[in-house]
């Protein structure tokens, strides 16, 4: 990753790469010819983190192409509209692209203004009552996951459809997450038949801030080495393992590079100006991060006593509302706590998150995304894991910051004095690794829009591939 050594001022100012003079060699396009597909990765539109994420490329292609037609795969297209008004939802059941006609830009205009806001308030008010209805649908998916498992066990293909609005894209873009991996196989199945599909009707195909690994599962990794090895450019977050897993898959390393985080500009972007007084928290609970009563006991125990030590609030911090697993796993944290913040309300943006964030010291977090808006604004973090999927992602985010991150395991026969020690380290270096975590921050973005650069230079190189519709 290039380290550009330059001060951490103002993000507009820190990260310029090239795009004047590329957009000036091809003046040519007519970028209304172009489309490009982007495969969300949680097309339930629930996790800030992955919101986060979304909006920093979205915002960077739509700076690059202003006229192009952006379209992101989800299942809540109405609520995207809301989120990302420079996006348009691609959904189901038809799952193609919305007409180009006057009447077509009338109905998402009228989405982007009236429709989706209302959806955004109306999702806030009713995700309450509705958890308990999720959580039984869950319960049936996963059985119907473990069926599905068995039956490719016996060998039968993956069941994942294909949208067919990547017949008509000139680019497919996979967006960053922690999905290739084998916690998450059905979002890694669909992500590799998008691109392999795309690959097969000549469209460039590009993976930008990801996370691999562990990635364990034959078949899955099967599917990897046959799709892989056609991306056209691979951007990890991380060098931890995705750089050995890419290598075995076949990918040409000359296709590879490590940006960091795609969220690390959304979060460097809200920084303060003062170090913050209190503590932030976060734990969730969930398949892929199993998380004992024992350890949720004696993490809430440890926090409330060092804020008292440290005459800190505490602030729940709350980045996943899927199934309100951060809300259910944090809340209860608190009780007890002699000054407590209140949680941001369930409609509540990435954006009110990560200003939460820049009013903490440190951050306690079992939330990867969390750490990535602390780090990125100078704050340090314990990251708490109880899985090797969090190990993982807690170490790589701990290489590409290089200090302010301790890693802590909820599985520690000492937790108690591991992670009280690990808040005091952490709360008292503070001051120090400051500035050194927000120029890491501006190498990183430097790095990423780089990367992304690459992906321009695919539908920018060479003629660009018209619409068939």
């Known amino acids: 990753m290039p380290v550009t050594n330059r001060p951490a001022g103002d993000w507009r100012e820190d990260i310029t790469v090239g795009t004047e003079h590329s957009v000036a060699d ?13 495969e969300n990765g949680e097309y339930w539109l629930r996790n800030r983190g992955d919101i986060a994420m979304m909006t920093v490329t979205i915002e960077r292609l739509r700076e690059r192409w202003p006229h192009a037609r952006i379209g992101v795969l989800t299942h809540q297209p109405a609520v995207l509209q809301a989120l990302l008004p420079e996006a348009e939802p691609i959904c189901g059941p ?28 109306w999702r806030a008010a009713t995700d309450g009552p509705k958890d308990r209805l999720r959580a039984l649908r869950s319960s049936a998916c996963l059985r119907r996951y473990h069926d599905e498992s068995e039956a490719e066990a016996a060998g039968a293909e993956f069941p994942v459809e294909i949208p067919a609005a990547v017949a008509q894209a ?10 290739m991996t084998d916690v998450d196989r059905y979002q890694a199945n669909r992500t590799l038949n998008l691109l392999e599909r795309a690959h097969a009707l000549g469209i460039p195909t590009a993976m930008v801030g990801q996370g691999m690994g562990p990635l364990r599962d034959p078949l899955l990794q099967r599917r990897a080495t046959q799709v892989l090895p056609g991306a056209d450019f691979i951007a990890l977050r991380e060098p931890r393992r995705g750089p050995e897993l890419l290598s075995g898959f076949g990918v ?37 991060s199993k998380v004992s009563a024992v350890a949720q006991a004696t993490l809430g125990g440890v926090v409330r006593d060092q804020a008292v030590e440290l005459d800190a609030g505490v602030v729940p911090l709350i980045i996943s509302e899927y199934a309100s697993e951060d809300r259910l796993a944090t809340l209860p944290l608190l009780a007890g706590a002699a000054r407590t913040a209140a949680p941001v309300g369930r409609g509540g943006t990435a954006h009110d998150v990560a200003r939460q964030v820049a009013r903490c010291r440190l ?7 969390l750490a990535v808006f602390a780090l990125s604004q100078g704050i340090p973090a314990v990251g708490i894991t109880a899985s090797e999927y969090y190990d993982d992602k807690f170490h790589g985010l701990a290489q590409m910051f290089g200090t302010g991150l301790q890693v802590v395991h909820l599985n520690d026969a000492e ?8 808040i005091r380290e952490v709360w008292d270096d503070a001051p120090a690794v400051r500035d050194s975590l927000r120029q890491k921050a501006v190498d990183q973005i430097d790095a990423s829009r780089a990367g992304l650069e690459r992906v321009f230079r695919l539908v920018e190189s060479g003629p660009v591939r018209r619409a068939t519709v």
């Open 26 to 38: 091809r003046s040519d396009i007519d970028q209304q010819e172009i489309r490009v597909l982007v």
């Open 94 to 121: 038809e799952w193609c692209w919305g007409s180009d006609s006057w009447q077509g830009r009338l109905s998402r205009t009228a989405g982007t203004r009236l429709i989706g806001p209302a959806a955004l308030r």
């Open 170 to 179: 000139s680019l497919v873009i996979a967006l960053g997450g922690g999905y």
């Open 252 to 288: 040409e390393p000359e296709r590879v590079m490590i940006t960091g985080d795609d969220a690390v500009e959304f979060g460097y972007r809200l920084r303060g100006a003062r170090i913050g007084t209190d503590i932030g928290l976060c734990l969730r609970v969930a398949d892929y």
């Open 363 to 369: 951050l306690v977090t079992s939330a990867y995304h």
């Open 415 to 422: 937790l108690e004095d591991n992670l009280g020690r690990a």
